[in-house]
């Protein structure tokens, strides 16, 4: 009789347990920093293989309009999450903006001096000559002279161009301009969309410019209200990453499943390879994705303060920036 009740309660558990509605997974918007493209795919990748599912996190992706807007979006909370290029955060936080890095994925500087392979550009003495188009004020134009400075150039060494992205890009495609600063797994792919032409990247990394890049924001007043979210976001986040590492071209097919109009799955792919080498320094060689050092960090507050228009307070404290509290052992 003992076992017979035993028995019944068991199966009258299980059956209550049952019925019970399932937790609502908790609904995450993350807004990316530009038009979708390569470097985005372990987003697109980890919602697709249901990773932030079995995190109880019901993803959004919307893409956005630059760094700076993402940024905004966070900081006034329409947005849970942003994607966005960390120093560009680091000047809005450092005038009061509510916001800071939960993860930082690019860890290695992506910008880069680029033209088409076919104009054997592929060392700083061969923009000697050349036209360079830019865009003013981006990021990438306020370091261009610290990449000038680090390889003996000079303004004069050469002819410059400016317009906004896109201007910037058809001086290059229309062979109005023989090389852009640019993203190595960004615009370099633009061009080869445009032109189905091979782009020459020389980075700033190589010439001893290293500074983190793009990685995830948040409100530091919804960090604080919702750190079982975030845990569980950069939990499946960086088991996005570390999936999509091992399956490139399944992780941009993601993208062009989510938006067929994203791009090509081609150059998408090799824009999503160009960017897995950024993830890691020699330092966290080894670590899981978005574990920068406090030493990195402090070097690119330290370059962003000389040449990125940083505010000097910022060299006080260059860990009010970020934090790696959220990120999985």
Known sequence: MVRLVAALAAVL?????????????????????????????????????????????????????????????????????????????????????????????????????MGLVEKNIRKPEDIKGKTVAITPADSMTQIWPLFLKKTGLKESDFTTVAGDGQTKLNAVINGRADLLLGYVMDQSM????????????????DYGINMVSSGLVANTDYVKANADVVKRFMSATTKAVEAAEKDPKGAAQSILDANPKGGKIDTLTQGFELTIPLYRTPETKGKRPFQVTDQNMADSVNLMVEYGGLEAKAKENPKAFYTNEYLPK
């Open 13 to 113: 558990i299980g059956s209550m347990l049952a019925t019970l509605p399932a937790k609502a997974a908790d609904k995450v918007v993350l807004m990316l920093n530009w038009y979708v493209y390569g470097e985005h795919a372990p987003f697109y990748y980890g919602k697709a293989k249901g990773i932030y599912a079995a995190e109880g996190i019901d993803l959004e992706i919307q893409e956005g309009r630059g760094s700076a807007a993402t940024t905004q979006a966070v900081a006034a909370k329409t947005a849970n999450f942003g994607y966005v290029d960390v120093p560009t955060m680091m000047r809005a936080a450092v005038k009061g903006a509510p916001i800071i890095a939960t993860g930082v994925l690019l860890q290695t500087s992506p910008m880069s001096v």
């Open 190 to 205: 633009k061009i080869k969309d445009a032109t189905g032409k091979d782009v020459y990247p020389i980075k700033f990394a």
